[in-house]
T-cell receptor, first 114, second 114 residues
Framework: KNQVEQSPQSLIILEGKNCTLQ??????????LRWYKQDTGRGPVSLTI?????NTKSNGRYTATLDADTKQSSLHITASQLSDSASYIC?????????????FGTGTRLKVLA | ETGVTQTPRHLVMGMTNKKSLKCEQH?????MYWYKQSAKKPLELMFV???????ENNSVPSRFSPECPNSSHLFLHLHTLQPEDSALYLC?????????????FGPGTRLTVL
């Protein structure tokens, strides 16, 4: 069964600290993996997208990694800011052309404290 | 803003009411989606439209009725809902249908069914 699992469920850190969020998936065949940030009361906004051949990709203070062999991804946030408080959702797409299969994780809720 | 707007942002309705959610995308995309987001659950895909044609219906109860009059607009008509239908309803669009296209999400409609 295609699944995406994220950990931890929630995380509290102090402003300025780094953190790493995890995403494990069993989706096959794999097409791509995206990390989204969802602020409270808002829709998700894409942070990064990674395909099979990409190991790491950065977007400002956000760095995503992908290990296609172990089917794991991580999102590292550097020098966290209060505005990073949000839910972070990992989404994996199946590799079949013409399908509409986006498999969503339940998200990690991050709270950054001053 | 992501280029996808949704109205209303908040809606409270009784079980016997009829209401509609509206989504509009200003991105020139060909595919549009309705998702349901409940607390501590992954996003649930409800409907997919590609070039105004419904291409996926994920076993959604008939009390939810989608309508896509053109590629820029998507509606979700609601009638005789149940309290368990209370959730955040997200609309998304993508350049093409299929899991390889990035989705752009609207801010959502927070629905409460009394």
């Amino acid at each position: 069964k295609n699944q995406v699992e994220q950990s931890p469920q929630s995380l509290i850190i102090l402003e300025g600290k780094n953190c790493t969020l995890q995403c494990n998936y069993t989706v096959s065949p794999f097409s791509n993996l995206r990390w989204y940030k969802q602020d409270t009361g808002r829709g998700p906004v894409s942070l990064t997208i990674m395909t099979f051949s990409e190991n790491t990709k950065s977007n400002g203070r956000y760095t995503a990694t992908l290990d296609a062999d172990t089917k794991q991804s991580s999102l590292h946030i550097t020098a966290s800011q209060l505005s990073d408080s949000a839910s972070y959702i990992c989404v994996v797409s199946e590799g079949h052309s013409g399908t509409y299969k986006y498999i969503f994780g339940t998200g990690t809720r991050l709270k950054v404290l001053a | 803003e992501t280029g996808v707007t949704q109205t209303p942002r908040h809606l409270v309705m009784g079980m016997t009411n009829k209401k509609s959610l509206k989504c509009e995308q200003h991105l020139g995309h060909n595919a549009m989606y309705w998702y349901k987001q409940s607390a501590k659950k992954p996003l649930e895909l409800m409907f997919v439209y590609s070039l105004e044609e419904r291409v996926e219906n994920n076993s959604v109860p008939s009390r939810f009725s989608p309508e896509c009059p053109n590629s820029s607009h998507l509606f979700l008509h609601l009638h005789t809902l149940q309290p368990e239908d209370s959730a955040l309803y997200l609309c998304a669009s993508s350049p093409a249908s299929g899991g390889r296209s990035e989705q752009f999400f609207g801010p959502g409609t927070r629905l409460t069914v009394l």
